[in-house]
């Protein structure tokens, strides 16, 4: 016969699998109200499962939608055909960087960067072949560049690059790296191969100027620059 404490057993037991291991025992095989218990673990184990898989669904779409949310904040930093930071992205960076140098009284140089006669290149090729030099450009800028500096594609066949550390000869080095790769390079997006120069426009950052001043000093410098005959870096006044 089926004893209190038989029927707290099976209770407490109906949301898990301690009720199998009792019922296995016998220990209340009697109880008339077995086939209800029975039921009721049933639903219970039912209702188990179907909560756990819901917890993992919710996990699941909570990941994709984190990753979403990644991949579309990022489509909103990165220009899409050259993979390069875009202007939104170079600009936080910039204000972020040049904090950083005022709160620690460290360096930090951009420099301004154009193709030359670039619209010769669009003219005669095409657009299709102009965007596919400007991808292969963009490659070796990246390539004339440390891990922590960063290569922006400022607008058209425009770029900017954000040093971190780096005093006005060492960024006047870099700019001076970039022109010769340019100049160097074929770009073989079309037969016969596409020669190219770039001018560009050096500015270490100064602690009494913000990042518009800067970038303004970097910009006037590459006005210098094609003034002066193109492929050439200046530095700023």
Not at 27 to 56: C, G, V, W
Not at 63 to 82: E, F, G, V
Not at 194 to 206: D, H, P, R, W
């Amino acid at each position: 016969m089926a004893t209190d404490r038989d029927l707290i057993d099976s209770l407490e037991a109906l949301e898990s699998d301690r009720f199998q291991q009792l019922m296995a025992d016998n220990r209340f095989k009697d109880n008339p109200l077995l086939p209800e218990f029975q039921q009721l673990h049933e639903l219970y184990r039912t209702l188990a499962q179907r909560s756990e898989r819901m917890i993992k669904e919710k996990a699941y779409l909570q990941t994709q939608l984190a990753n979403m949310n990644r991949s579309l904040d990022l489509a909103t930093r990165i220009d899409p055909m050259t993979g390069l930071a875009n202007r939104r992205a170079i600009m936080e960076m910039i204000e972020q960087e040049f904090s950083r140098a005022s709160r620690h009284q460290r360096f930090a140089s951009i420099i301004m960067a154009d193709l030359d006669y670039f619209k010769k290149v669009n003219d005669t090729h095409g657009f299709n072949t102009g965007d596919d030099v400007l991808v292969e450009v963009s490659r070796v800028l990246r390539g004339c560049l440390r891990n922590e500096d960063i290569c922006s594609r400022w607008g058209g066949e425009e770029f900017l690059v954000l040093l971190p550390e780096t005093q006005l000869d060492g960024a006047l080095a870099v700019a001076n790296k970039i022109r010769e790769s340019v100049a160097m390079t074929e770009f073989k997006v079309n037969r016969p191969g596409i020669q190219l120069t770039i001018s560009l426009g050096v500015c270490e950052y100064k602690p009494e100027q913000n990042i518009f001043e800067a970038i303004s000093r970097a910009d006037q410098a590459l006005f210098q620059a094609k003034l002066g005959g193109r492929n050439r870096a200046i530095v700023a006044a």
